[in-house]
């Protein structure tokens, strides 16, 4: 080593004999892996980072933090801390049932009366009446009939001139082909 060269403290731990020995194109190269390994060890910090804010984001739920239940994913929800409960879920026995109920046979439009032709065990012929049958109604919407209107629209000739004239559509008639009522009704339909 010369006196006029400082010695430089190597990169890497080796002897500073045995770096001042190594030729300059193997420094560069060990430099520029140097260089390249710490831009590395910046972007693994970053990524880890960024790793740890996300799995924070992933076990936040809207019991705690300030999102909507509807974010919460299908992880299921927690049971509740009440015990679980000898009884079976839904209506118990003895609860009387809530329901619709029926209309008055007054409002209805029809009455019909059905009957088992055969024992469904031995298959036997029935006969008789039942004094409490089992009621069923089925509450419908009823048909509706589509108007459909046909208007011509004529054209004459003039005796004069020779000039063709078509009629033109009355006020009120829709000039589209469906009525104002169709067209909204579909509109409420897509809406829906």
Known sequence: MSQSEPATCPPIPVPIEDWEQTPARVKASVSLLLAELEQAKKHRKGLEERLGCLEEQSSQTSENSSKPPSQDGFRG????????????????KGHEGKGRGFY??????????????QCRCCGSELTGEDATPQRHQVVELP??????????????????CGEKT???????????????????????????
Not at 104 to 117: I, L, N, T
Not at 143 to 160: D, F, G, N, T, Y
Request: aromatic share 6%; net charge positive; glycine share 10%.
């Open 77 to 92: 929800r927690k049971k509740g801390s009440r015990p679980p409960s000898e009884r079976r879920r839904g209506g118990q």
């Open 104 to 117: 008055p046979v007054e409002r209805c439009e029809a009455v019909h009366e059905h009957y088992p032709s």
């Open 143 to 160: 048909p509706v009939l589509v108007s459909i209107e046909e208007h011509r629209l004529h054209q004459l000739e003039c005796p004069h």
């Open 166 to 192: 078509r009629a033109k559509l009355p006020e009120g008639v829709c000039e589209k082909g469906y009525g104002e009522r169709l067209t909204a009704f579909v509109g409420y339909l897509s809406s829906v």
